[in-house]
C-alpha cells in the first residue's frame, strides 16, 4: 500500500523537529536558570519550569496526535507557541527586575551562539562560561544565560510558527481523517466498480 493509500499517514516524527530539539533543550536550560537563580519558593520558577516543560511537551503530543487529528496537531502546536511565548516574558521580566540588560539581536555574545549552533545543555553552558570569561568576569552570569535563553527562544518560536502555518495550510488544502476516510473508501468503491465492469466485458467475449 502506498503512503498515498494509507489511512493513517506517518506520524510521531517529532525528535526530528528542531522545534521540538530547541524546545527540549530550552526546557532543560530553564531548569538549570531557575535551580540557581529563582528560590524554589517563587511562584516563578514553577510557572517558568512548567512552561517549558509544556513547550516541548506539546510539539510532541501534536506530532503522535497527527495521525488520527489533523486539528489535534494544530491545536497542540499553538498551545506549545503561547508557552514558550510566556517563558519568554519571564526571562525578559527577570532581567527587568534585577535592572539587567536585556540584549539585542545582533550583540556580539548572542550572534556567538547562534554561530555555535547549540544542541545540549553542557554546550549552552560552556557558551554562557565563555560569555563570562571574556567579559573579564564582569557580567553576571544570569545576565548572560537570560539572554542566551530569551535568543533560543526566538528561533524556537520562529520555527514552530512557521510548523503550525504550514500545518494549517496543509489541513485547509487536505483536510483531516475524516475527509482522508472518505477518499480512500471513494477509491476503492471504484476501484471495485472498474474490476466489475471489467468482468462483465470479458464474459460478453466468451
Request: a positive charge; hydrophobic letters at 35%; aromatic letters at 8%.
Given at each position: 500500500m502506498s503512503e498515498n493509500e494509507r489511512l493513517l499517514p506517518k506520524h510521531g516524527g517529532y525528535k526530528n523537529l528542531l522545534s521540538y530539539q530547541l524546545a527540549e533543550l530550552i526546557f532543560d536550560v530553564t531548569v538549570l536558570f531557575c535551580g540557581k537563580y529563582i528560590p524554589?519558593?517563587?511562584?516563578?520558577?514553577?510557572?517558568?519550569?512548567?512552561?517549558?516543560?509544556?513547550?516541548?511537551?506539546?510539539?510532541?503530543?501534536?506530532?503522535?496526535?497527527?495521525?488520527?487529528?489533523?486539528?489535534?496537531?494544530?491545536?497542540?502546536?499553538?498551545?506549545?507557541?503561547?508557552?514558550?511565548?510566556?517563558?519568554?516574558?519571564?526571562?525578559?521580566?527577570y532581567l527587568q527586575k534585577k535592572k539587567l540588560e536585556e540584549w539585542p539581536p545582533q550583540h556580539p555574545a548572542l550572534l556567538d551562539l547562534k554561530r555555535r549552533q547549540v544542541k545540549s545543555l553542557d554546550e549552552f553552558r560552556e557558551w554562557v562560561k565563555d560569555v563570562w570569561e571574556q567579559s573579564g568576569k564582569t557580567l553576571p552570569p544570569d545576565q548572560v544565560a537570560a539572554n542566551g535563553a530569551l535568543s533560543l527562544l526566538n528561533l524556537a518560536l520562529y520555527l514552530t510558527r512557521k510548523q503550525l502555518s504550514a500545518l494549517e495550510k496543509k489541513f485547509i488544502e487536505e483536510g483531516g481523517i475524516t475527509e482522508r476516510m472518505y477518499r480512500l473508501r471513494k477509491e476503492a468503491r471504484e476501484r471495485g466498480e472498474r474490476r466489475a465492469a471489467g468482468t462483465r466485458t470479458d464474459k460478453d467475449l466468451q
Amino acid at each position: 500500500m502506498s503512503e498515498n493509500e494509507r489511512l493513517l499517514p506517518k506520524h510521531g516524527g517529532y525528535k526530528n523537529l528542531l522545534s521540538y530539539q530547541l524546545a527540549e533543550l530550552i526546557f532543560d536550560v530553564t531548569v538549570l536558570f531557575c535551580g540557581k537563580y529563582i528560590p524554589v519558593r517563587d511562584r516563578t520558577n514553577d510557572q517558568m519550569v512548567q512552561s517549558g516543560r509544556s513547550g516541548f511537551q506539546n510539539i510532541a503530543e501534536g506530532s503522535v496526535d497527527s495521525g488520527v487529528s489533523k486539528k489535534s496537531e494544530i491545536k497542540l502546536t499553538g498551545i506549545a507557541i503561547g508557552c514558550m511565548d510566556e517563558l519568554a516574558k519571564d526571562y525578559k521580566k527577570y532581567l527587568q527586575k534585577k535592572k539587567l540588560e536585556e540584549w539585542p539581536p545582533q550583540h556580539p555574545a548572542l550572534l556567538d551562539l547562534k554561530r555555535r549552533q547549540v544542541k545540549s545543555l553542557d554546550e549552552f553552558r560552556e557558551w554562557v562560561k565563555d560569555v563570562w570569561e571574556q567579559s573579564g568576569k564582569t557580567l553576571p552570569p544570569d545576565q548572560v544565560a537570560a539572554n542566551g535563553a530569551l535568543s533560543l527562544l526566538n528561533l524556537a518560536l520562529y520555527l514552530t510558527r512557521k510548523q503550525l502555518s504550514a500545518l494549517e495550510k496543509k489541513f485547509i488544502e487536505e483536510g483531516g481523517i475524516t475527509e482522508r476516510m472518505y477518499r480512500l473508501r471513494k477509491e476503492a468503491r471504484e476501484r471495485g466498480e472498474r474490476r466489475a465492469a471489467g468482468t462483465r466485458t470479458d464474459k460478453d467475449l466468451q
